[in-house]
């Protein structure tokens, strides 16, 4: 952002893990206030905009927007205050919308509330052409508003290993065995993201494929920034209920849960192959991510994919597209274990359409634009 001439402040709550209250990160100046730290996220949200919106009125006039993360009543209220002296906000969609999939009334209901909360705002940043669409169709954001910045991925980090040794190398940094097939699944693990279902499939492939091992990377357990209580009884159901199919593996050896980590490119490079069995997203990283890293991606239908031809590819030349069912994931992890030619064949394709359509300058680039239109005036 800062060769485009935007320097990116990041508000947020100081908390006890935290070593400082204010910190630089890639250009990124980090600011945490201990005075904004709230039982109810809602109301942290709030205090945080309050204080990002008093750093902007520091600034001088037309050289600050403000992108909040979440919205609530309150802060819609304050945003529109905001627009009204000057100061423009822009928010970001990463998630397809569940509003989609009503009707009647109840889809009716969705639009009012959708158009009330948004209004503030002067441009609505997607990062796919899917939430674009879904969005779009419920009919309550005017065209001129939707700005369509795809999520990019750092095509020098996110890479290829250069040969076998670099593999087996990554595999002994990392503590995983360097020789058998490494399946890789990089994301939360929880519901959403169909993590029941890879287990279920690797419960019954695993002994179809003895050479065969599964890697998780990814948060497990509750984040501290998961408050709601519904949400915290459903995560630690499911989490029980994932231990204990755990537990029934016929060898847990070959399954490694390595948590969140920070030096996530090390483990692509170790892999043979990607799964993503997720129910619902946006544009996930994680797939661009492992397409970059040349890895055969197995990609389940989430709410949100992209149709043939957009920011994945086409299903058979770039990935392949496997139902949510344990059925599907069974033969499609078996028969890409048994495919080295296919498996070459599909993270060749899948790195030459990440180098030509998401690195990650085409990025910043479209997110600097849209900023500094905002600034600039642009209605």
Not at 351 to 364: K, Y
Request: proline letters at 6%.
């Amino acid at each position: 952002m800062r060769r485009h001439g935007i320097t990116v402040h990041v508000c947020t709550a100081l908390r006890p893990h935290h070593l400082c209250d204010s910190e630089e990160w890639n250009s990124i100046h980090i600011l945490r206030f201990p005075d904004c730290v709230d039982e109810s996220h809602h109301r942290e949200r709030e205090l945080i905009l309050a204080k990002a919106l008093g750093l902007i009125r520091g600034m001088d006039p037309g050289k600050g927007c403000i992108q909040p993360n979440g919205e609530t009543w309150r802060t819609t209220f304050a945003l529109a205050r905001a627009r009204m002296m000057g100061i423009p906000s822009t928010f970001y969609f990463s998630m397809f919308p569940p509003e989609s999939d009503l009707r009647g009334w109840a889809k009716l209901r969705a639009r009012l509330r959708i158009s009330l909360c948004l209004l503030p705002f002067r441009r609505l940043v997607f990062c796919s052409r899917a939430l674009s669409r879904a969005y779009g169709s419920l009919g309550c954001i005017r065209a001129g508003r939707m700005a369509l910045v795809p999520n990019g991925v750092d095509l020098e980090r996110f890479r290829p290993p250069g040969n076998t040794g670099e593999k087996e190398a990554e595999r002994r940094q990392l503590g995983l065995p360097e020789k058998g097939l490494m399946i890789l699944y990089v994301g939360g693990f929880m519901p959403r993201k169909g993590c029941d279902l890879l287990l279920e499939a690797w419960a019954r492939a695993e002994s179809l494929h003895p050479d065969a091992f599964l890697v998780c990377v990814g948060s497990q357990g509750m984040r501290q920034t998961f408050r709601d209580p519904e949400l915290q009884r459903e995560m630690g159901d499911f989490q029980s209920s994932m231990a204990g199919l755990a537990e029934r593996l016929e060898s847990r050896g070959r399954l490694n849960m390595a948590g969140e980590v920070n030096n996530v490119d090390a483990y692509y490079r170790a892999a043979d192959v990607f799964v993503f069995p997720s129910r619902r997203e946006g544009l996930p990283n994680a797939v661009l991510e492992a397409m970059a890293s040349g890895l055969p991606c197995l990609l389940a239908p989430f709410h949100g994919f992209p149709e043939s031809g957009e920011e994945f590819g086409a299903a058979g030349n770039e990935f392949l597209r496997v139902p949510h069912d344990a059925d599907s994931w069974v033969a499609a992890i078996s028969e890409i274990l048994g495919d080295a030619g296919r498996r070459a064949e599909l993270g060749q394709n899948a790195r030459r359409l990440m180098e030509r359509t998401q690195g990650w300058d085409a990025t910043v680039a479209g997110l600097a634009n849209t900023y500094l239109g905002l600034m600039g005036g642009d209605k």
